[in-house]
C-alpha cells in the first residue's frame, strides 16, 4: 500500500487535497501504537503523520506545552518532569495490551482516543487539557481552532470534538496542552481481601470524604498478583487501592484520617511513593490482562454500578477490575457471543458505554462500542463528519460504520 | 447602537398574532409573551448597551413542549433565542425583532442528586448557585463559581462554558459535566452523556458546551458534584509594581502550587474596592494579590508559609493572612465588589474579558495606560491571575454618545492587544454579539468556515441565535461549495449584517 509521509504543513494540504480531489481514503497513523485498536480499517493509503514531532514550546510558568502530535509521549513525560510538571490525564499505554512495545504512544495518539488514567475523576481525561490545535480537514483546508491560553471560550470548542474523533475528522499539526505540577509525593493506602462489593463501597466511602483521593481501584487477587509489584503481590489477596497525592505533611494527614474513616477488620497496607507511583502506572495500563490475546473491554460506568455490572457478566472475577472508584470497569472473555447479550443487557439497566480495547479485527468491525448509537446521534455524527470530511478521506468507519 | 443585526424579516413580523396562536397550542397560558410592556423585560441582557424587543417570548415548562416550539419555528423558518437569566456579559441573550425568545426559566427543578456517585441531575433555569446550596448540608458544591452565580442559571453556564475565580484549580463548565439533554432546532431530542465519564463517540457534551446557545436547546444537564475543601485561607500581597505581582503569581505556579484562587487588582481598582467595601487594602501598593489555598487545615497552612515566603522573595510590601473565616470573607468583599465599586466612581463602565499569556501583563498594562490618554477614558483592571484573564473595566459616561463609542473603540482596542500579545478575544464571558466582529483578528476565513460548517450541522437553516459569534452570515450551502486549496478559501465578500 502507498504510504504518503509529508513533511511539512503544505506537503500534507497537497497529500491531503489530492487524496481528496481523488476521492482515495486514508489511515492517519502517529506512531501506530493504537492501530489494533478500534474499527480496522479498507484504506487506499497511510498517511504517516510522523515527520509533526517535537517540542515547539514548552512554558512551565504558563502551564502550556506545545508539540507536533507524533512527538511520543515519553519524551514530553521526561520533559515535564524535569520541571517537576507532568499531564495531569496521566495518559495509559496500550501498547503492551496490544502486543506491542511500551513506551511507544504519542501525545496526538492518546488525545485522539481521548486516553484517561486513574486520576480521571479528579483531574478529567485528555480532552480536558488539550487547549488549541491546527490542523488540516480531509478537505485539504488548514485551520487552527482554540489558543495558547489555559482559559478561552472564543468560537466554538473544537478541541473537545477533535479529542476522541480517532483521526476521522482532521489530520492535527500542532497541539497545545495544558500541564500541572505533578503531586509532590504520594501515598497509597490498600485494603486487602475485600469482594468487589464491599471494595466498591470502600471506594464510595473514601471519594465521598475530604481526603482527596486521586485514585481508586479494586483489583482481584490474580490481577494484583499479575502487577507484580511486591507489597500487593504477595499477600495473595485482592486490593483496593487509594491513592493520597500532595505535599507530604498534607498527605500524611490524609492519610491518617483516610485509615480513621475505613473499617478496620480487612488488613490495610500503605505504600510508600516508590511502590505506589509504578503501582498506578500499572494500574492506568492495565498491566494484568498484558501476555493474553482474549477480547479485552473497557467499560465506564456510574461509580456505584461498577461491582453490579462486575457481577452481571458472570465472568471469573480475575478477568475483571475497577477503576475509577468504580465508574471504569475492564473485563475481557474468550466467548463474546456469551459475553455481548449480557454486556447489553448491564448497560442498558445500569447506563454507561463499552469499548472494545483489543480483539480479532472481525469482532472490532462488528462491535466497537456498545450500546449502539441512537439514530439522530448517528444522523448527526455523519453530518459532522461531512463538514470537515465531505468525501470520506480521513479513518473511514473507525469509530462508527460508514462514517 | 453601531452593532448591526440581521435585517428584520417584515413578512414575519406581520404574523405576529398568528404566530402567537399558534405558540400558545403548544404552550398554553402565560407561557407564551405578547405585550409590549412584558415583553420590555427581555429586550436585553446583561450587556445593557444593546436592545431590541423580541417578537415574542416563550416559556416553556417540558422538554416536549421545547421541542414542539422548535419544531414549529423550524417549519416557518422563526428565528429563536434561547435565554436562561439574561446574565450575559456578551449579549448572548440578545433579542431578535423578527424572532422569538425561548425562555428556559421554568426549568427551575433539582432532579436528582445522587451523592454517592458526586452528581447531580438538574434542570438548565436552575441557579448556579442553588446547586451548591441544596448538597451544603453534605458538605459538597458546584465547583464552577462565576461571579454571577446567585442569578445566572445553569443553562447559561452551559452555553457560556462559564468560569469563576476558582476554575484554575476545579475547572471551568466544560470539566465539571457528565451530562445533557438538548434540542435540536428541528425538534430532535438528544441525550448525551450520563453519570458516567467518556462514553465514546464525538465528544457531543464539550462541543455543545461554551456554543452560545447557536447549535441546541439545553433541557437537561447532569453535573459533577465536589466535596468542598475542608478549609480555606486567604493572603493579600501587595506590591509596589504590576510586573512584581505578576513575577510573584509566576514564581507560585514555578513551585507547583495551584491556589484555589489567585486574583490581581490594579491601582485604581483597589481604591474603588476599598472606597466601597472597606475590605483593609493597603492604598500605597501599585498592584494587589489575593491568594486562596483551599484543603486540608494541614496542607493549606504549609503552602500558605511557601506562598508568603516566595512573596517576600519577589518583593512584596504588604502581606497578610486571614486569621478566620470573616477576615478570608473581608477579603474577597473587596474583589467581588469591584464591578459595582467602579459602577460608583463612573456613570458606566465596559467589562471586558480577554486571555493573555501571563508573562505579557507588564506589557498589556503599559500599552492600557497609554490608551486611555489616547481615548481619553480611565480603565481599572481586575485580572484572575492564574490563568490569565483580564477584565479591564473602561469607565465612561453612556450620556455622552462620542463616550460610549470612544469606549466600545477602546474595548475593542484592548481585545485586539490581547490577540497580538497571544491571547484570546474572551476567557469566559462568550462572544456574543459583544465580540462578534473582531472574530476575524483572531480566527482567519478558513477557520470560522469549520465552525460555521459545524453550525450547518446541527442547524442547517441558521434560525438558533442567529447574529452572534459570527461576524459574516454565510449559507450553509455556500459553505458546502466553498472552493478550498492550499489553506485558503475563496469566497466572494459577503456584506456584513
Not at chain 1, 178 to 187: I, Q, Y
Not at chain 1, 250 to 269: E, F, G, I, N, Y
Request: hydrophobic share 45%; with cysteine; proline share 6%.
Amino acid at each position: 500500500m502507498t504510504t504518503l509521509a509529508p513533511a511539512t504543513e503544505a506537503e500534507l494540504v497537497e497529500a491531503v487535497a489530492s487524496a481528496n480531489a481523488a476521492g482515495r481514503s486514508l489511515e492517519l497513523l502517529g506512531r501506530g501504537s493504537k492501530r489494533a485498536m478500534g474499527r480496522p480499517l479498507q484504506v487506499e493509503a497511510t498517511l504517516d503523520l510522523s515527520r509533526f514531532s517535537g517540542v515547539v514550546a514548552y512554558e512551565p510558568n504558563e502551564l502550556l506545552l506545545t508539540a507536533g502530535p507524533a512527538t511520543p509521549l515519553a519524551e514530553i513525560e521526561a520533559l515535564l518532569a524535569g520541571a517537576g510538571q507532568a499531564l495531569a490525564f496521566e495518559p495509559p499505554d496500550f501498547g503492551p495490551l496490544l502486543g506491542a512495545a511500551a513506551g511507544a504512544g504519542s501525545l496526538g495518539g492518546a488525545i485522539a482516543v481521548n486516553l484517561a488514567g486513574p486520576r480521571r475523576f479528579k483531574a478529567g481525561a485528555a480532552r480536558d487539557h488539550l487547549l488549541g490545535f491546527k490542523a488540516v480537514t480531509g478537505g485539504g483546508a488548514r485551520f487552527k481552532s482554540g489558543g495558547r491560553v489555559v482559559k478561552n471560550v472564543t468560537g466554538y470548542d473544537l478541541s473537545k470534538l477533535i479529542a476522541g474523533s480517532w483521526g476521522t475528522l482532521a489530520a492535527m499539526t500542532e497541539l497545545t496542552v495544558k500541564v500541572l505540577p505533578a503531586g509532590e509525593t504520594l501515598r497509597t493506602l490498600v485494603l486487602l481481601g475485600l469482594d468487589a462489593v464491599e471494595g466498591g463501597l470502600a471506594m464510595t466511602a473514601a471519594l465521598l470524604s475530604s481526603c482527596e483521593v486521586s485514585g481508586a481501584a479494586w483489583l482481584p487477587a490474580a490481577q494484583a498478583r499479575a502487577l507484580r509489584i511486591d507489597p500487593v503481590a504477595a499477600p495473595g489477596s485482592s486490593v483496593t487501592a487509594l491513592r493520597l497525592e500532595g505535599p507530604e505533611p498534607s498527605v500524611l494527614a490524609r492519610l491518617a484520617t483516610l485509615r480513621s474513616l475505613l473499617p478496620k477488620t480487612p488488613p490495610q497496607l500503605v505504600l510508600e511513593p516508590e511502590s505506589s507511583r509504578p503501582f498506578w502506572r500499572a494500574v492506568a495500563d492495565a498491566r494484568g490482562f498484558v501476555g493474553d490475546s482474549r477480547p479485552l473491554w473497557r467499560l465506564t460506568l456510574t461509580p456505584t454500578s461498577g461491582p453490579q455490572v462486575l457481577h452481571a457478566l458472570e465472568l471469573p472475577e480475575e478477568d475483571t477490575f475497577l477503576d475509577w472508584g468504580g465508574g471504569l470497569l475492564w473485563v475481557t472473555a474468550d466467548r463474546s457471543e456469551a459475553l455481548l447479550p449480557r454486556l447489553e443487557a448491564a448497560l442498558s439497566r445500569h447506563g454507561g458505554a463499552a469499548t472494545l480495547v483489543r480483539g480479532p479485527a472481525a469482532l472490532r468491525a462488528s462491535v466497537h462500542q456498545l450500546p449502539s448509537q441512537p439514530p439522530a446521534l448517528l444522523a448527526l455524527a455523519k453530518r459532522v463528519k461531512a463538514g470537515f470530511d465531505p468525501k470520506g478521506v480521513f479513518n473511514p468507519g473507525r469509530i462508527y460504520a460508514g462514517i | 447602537m453601531a452593532l448591526k443585526m440581521p435585517a428584520p424579516d417584515e413578512a414575519m413580523l406581520a404574523r405576529r398574532q398568528e404566530i402567537a396562536a399558534r405558540l400558545r397550542a403548544i404552550v398554553p397560558g402565560e407561557g407564551v409573551i405578547d405585550s409590549l410592556e412584558e415583553l420590555r423585560a427581555y429586550e436585553t441582557d446583561a450587556l445593557t448597551a444593546y436592545r431590541q424587543v423580541p417578537l415574542l417570548v416563550v416559556l416553556p415548562e417540558t422538554t416536549a413542549q421545547v421541542a414542539a416550539v422548535l419544531r414549529y419555528c423550524h417549519d416557518q423558518k422563526l428565528k429563536v433565542v434561547p435565554r436562561g437569566a439574561g446574565t450575559s456579559l456578551s449579549g448572548g441573550a440578545l433579542p431578535l425583532a423578527d424572532g422569538i425568545v425561548l425562555g428556559l426559566s421554568k426549568f427551575n427543578r433539582i432532579l436528582e442528586v445522587d451523592l454517592d456517585n458526586r452528581c447531580a441531575v438538574v434542570q438548565p433555569g436552575v441557579t448556579n448557585l442553588a446547586i451548591s446550596q441544596a448538597v451544603e448540608h453534605a458538605g459538597f458544591h458546584y465547583a464552577p463559581d462565576p461571579s454571577s452565580q446567585i442569578a445566572c442559571t445553569i443553562g447559561g453556564n452551559v452555553a457560556e462554558n462559564a468560569g469563576g475565580v476558582h476554575c484554575l484549580k476545579y475547572g471551568v463548565t466544560t470539566n465539571n459535566l457528565l451530562g445533557l439533554e438538548a434540542v435540536l432546532t428541528d425538534g430532535t431530542v438528544l441525550r448525551v452523556g450520563g453519570k458516567h465519564n467518556d462514553g465514546g463517540g464525538y465528544d457531543w457534551l464539550g462541543l455543545l458546551t461554551g456554543s452560545e446557545g447557536l447549535l441546541a436547546v439545553v433541557t437537561e444537564v447532569t453535573v459533577r458534584l465536589l466535596r468542598k475543601p475542608e478549609t480555606a485561607r486567604a493572603l493579600l500581597l501587595g506590591f509596589p509594581s504590576s510586573e512584581a505581582a505578576g513575577a510573584c503569581v509566576g514564581a507560585v505556579i514555578a513551585a507547583g502550587i495551584i491556589p484555589g484562587g489567585m486574583e490581581m487588582m490594579d491601582r485604581p481598582a483597589i481604591h474603588a474596592a476599598e472606597a466601597f467595601a472597606h475590605a483593609g487594602y493597603p492604598l500605597d501598593v501599585e498592584a494587589l494579590l489575593i491568594v486562596e489555598l483551599d484543603g486540608t487545615a494541614v496542607e493549606v497552612d504549609h503552602l500558605l508559609q511557601q506562598v508568603q515566603a516566595i512573596a517576600e522573595r519577589e518583593g512584596a510590601v504588604f502581606c497578610r493572612a486571614s486569621q478566620g473565616e470573616a477576615e478570608r470573607l473581608r477579603f474577597w468583599a473587596g474583589r467581588k465588589a469591584a464591578f459595582p465599586a467602579v459602577g460608583r466612581i463612573s456613570p458606566d463602565y465596559l467589562c471586558m474579558d480577554g486571555t493573555i499569556p501571563r508573562k505579557a501583563l507588564p506589557q498589556v498594562l503599559h500599552r492600557m495606560r497609554e490608551m486611555e490618554r489616547e481615548f481619553g477614558l480611565r480603565v481599572a483592571n481586575v485580572f484572575h491571575a492564574g490563568d490569565g484573564n483580564l477584565h479591564p473595566l473602561i469607565l465612561f459616561d453612556a450620556n455622552d454618545p462620542d463616550e460610549l463609542d470612544r469606549a466600545e473603540r477602546f474595548g475593542a482596542a484592548i481585545l485586539r492587544l490581547c490577540v497580538e500579545v497571544g491571547g484570546v478575544l474572551t476567557g469566559e464571558h462568550g462572544v456574543g454579539v459583544e465580540k462578534r466582529d473582531l472574530m476575524g483578528t483572531m480566527f482567519d476565513e478558513t477557520d470560522l468556515a469549520v465552525q460555521q460548517r459545524l453550525k450547518c450541522a446541527f442547524d442547517p437553516e441558521g434560525l438558533l441565535n442567529p447574529g452572534k459569534v459570527f461576524p459574516v452570515l454565510h449559507r450553509c450551502a455556500e459553505l458546502g461549495r466553498m472552493h478550498v486549496r492550499g489553506g485558503r478559501l475563496a469566497f466572494p465578500d459577503l456584506p456584513r449584517f
